[in-house]
Nanobody
């Protein structure tokens, strides 16, 4: 089991910045993938940024060059620095952790979500 606690969402003007934090209840070394997804009203949940195996990172096309994912292993925390925010970044942002079990078993854990609203 992994509990994820997010913080850092809020209201910001277009062009502004926010930093989201996601604290895990166990060492992130024991988590195979960890990152951020978002879901806007009426849209599917989409990848924002994530660490995969090792230090490999993936970013959604719409955030490349503006958002940066980072982590503090000692604090079991992953961060999402969001710069040059746009109104279309408005969504609920969810922290995700994936843990691999035996064989092809995959266990997904989600945080409660934090609202990010970007005004024009």
């Amino acid at each position: 089991q992994v509990q994820l606690v997010e913080s850092g969402g809020g209201l910001v003007q277009a062009g502004g910045s926010l930093r989201l934090s996601c604290a895990a209840s166990r060492s992130i070394f024991s988590i195979n993938a960890m990152g951020w997804y978002r879901q806007a009203p009426g849209k599917q949940r989409e990848l924002v940024a994530a660490f995969r195996s090792g230090s490999t990172t993936n970013y959604g096309d719409s955030v490349k060059g503006r958002f940066t994912i980072s982590r503090d292993n000692a604090k079991n925390t992953v961060y999402l620095q969001m710069n040059s925010l746009k109104p279309e970044d408005t969504a609920v942002y969810y922290c995700n952790a994936e843990v691999h079990g035996i064989g092809m078993e995959r266990y997904q854990y989600w945080g409660q979500g934090t609202q990010v609203t970007v005004s024009s």
